[in-house]
């Protein structure tokens, strides 16, 4: 069978196959997945391994994506998720466990269409667990609650916004200020629909934040991407996702 053929299939079962992988893999406990020993954790392969770990409850789907809102396919041979232009809200959740300073970096690369809103629908979330005896211990309702799994009480939420000049720009979030944060990691149309490789340090951004706080008895409990309200006609395009030191 050609690698055309095969990959064609592999389109084809996930999208027919959106919901019952989505019921399959939040009905299974959840799967929290370690950093490996070369200090190095791949959050999302938008490959046969993504289906994989759906099954297997180490990737979760939280909401109701409709059929073909979320899309395996191809560009230049290099494997990628498309995020279909929908109404509904909905994020894949990848539960891990991870020292905040022993894997601060996050890498991955995406495509982002135009939009009219502030900042795209679809974005990056990171979930992470703060010193025991931190102020403010409780877990904003943003984050994502998977049974089985540590509930965050601190959030950074990467954005990709409508306007070039916000990058780089890190402030509170407008509603829960205390345990949560925004971080605009590129924007802007004339950036759109363009492929761009991201690295942060999660480290930096936490301790800008959160200052004070002993980074090295904080924990990343989950990284996410997150679906809200996407504008049709304005899909987002990831490669691979991955979390190292």
């Not at 592999?10 to 027919?16: E, P, V």
């Not at 925004?182 to 959160?210: K, P």
Request: with cysteine; proline share 8%; hydrophobic share 40%.
């Amino acid at each position: 069978m050609s690698q055309v053929k095969k990959f064609s299939r592999l389109i084809s079962f996930f999208i027919i196959g959106s919901f019952i992988l989505a019921i399959y893999g939040c009905s299974q406990p959840a799967v929290i997945s370690a950093v490996g020993p070369d200090g190095t954790l791949t959050i999302l392969k938008p490959d046969e391994s993504f289906t994989h770990a759906l099954e297997s409850g180490r990737m979760v789907i939280l909401g109701d994506p409709p059929p073909a809102s979320l899309i395996l396919t191809q560009h230049e041979s290099i494997p990628i998720l498309k995020f279909s232009s929908t109404g509904s809200n909905f994020s894949i959740v990848r539960p891990i466990e991870a020292n905040l300073m022993a894997t601060p970096y996050l890498d991955w690369s995406w495509n982002m269409a135009d939009h009219d809103t502030p900042y795209h629908g679809v974005s990056l979330m990171v979930g992470i667990i703060a010193p025991e005896g931190s102020p403010n211990e409780y877990s904003p309702s943003m984050a994502p609650h998977i049974k089985g799994t540590p509930a965050a009480n601190r959030i950074i939420s990467i954005q990709w916004s409508k306007f070039a000049l916000e990058r780089g720009h890190l402030m509170p979030h407008p509603v829960l200020s205390a345990n949560a944060v925004t971080y605009v990691a590129r924007g802007g149309s004339e950036n759109a629909r363009q492929w761009w490789r991201e690295s942060i340090d999660l480290s930096n951004l936490y301790a800008r934040s959160w200052p004070g706080e002993d980074l090295t008895k904080s924990k990343i409990v989950f990284i996410a991407l997150v679906a809200k309200d996407l504008q049709e006609g304005s899909p987002a395009y990831f490669s691979e996702i991955k979390l190292f030191r």
